[in-house]
């Protein structure tokens, strides 16, 4: 049982393409990710599944301010897989590298949380070389977090 880790689910939204159909099929692969966690014992928030329903009520704004809110209490950080991350995943794993979080992703193959390759999330960030623990280097990342 892994209980006292706590799981943020980064995954994508809308993905580069609005639709509701996109974005339903993005809470779906989401919810999927999270029940996995949960099935291993994890603790896990997933922000879709817990606002996806209630998307355009507030501003975007104010809901990736809500989420990046819940990244001080988690542990770790769980990637659907290395696709490349856009919209608001990139603050998200701007304020966790920032933060120091432990930032993995979900292997489909072994299905478990995996280590990101070395390099992958400075690439991604635009920051220097990565710690082990899957953190960047660089405090002042190239997408810095969302001031709450």
Known sequence: MNSSERIYVC???????????????????????????????????????????????????????????WLYSCTTVALPGLTEP?????????????LGKRIMYWD??????????????DKVLGTGQSQSNGAASNPNPKYPPVQL
């Open 86 to 98: 856009g919209g608001n995943m990139l603050p998200e794993l701007g304020l966790a590298a920032t």
């Open 11 to 69: 995954a994508p939204l809308k993905g580069g393409n609005p639709t509701v159909e996109n974005i339903t099929l993005n809470i779906r692969r989401a919810h999927a990710l999270m029940c996995a966690l949960l099935r291993q014992g994890y603790n896990v928030f997933c922000p879709h599944t817990m606002w996806g329903g209630a998307y355009g009520v507030l501003p975007e704004n104010t809901f990736l301010a809500l989420c990046l809110n």
């Open 108 to 121: 489909d193959d072994t299905q478990r949380l995996t280590e990101l390759p070395k390099g992958w999330l």
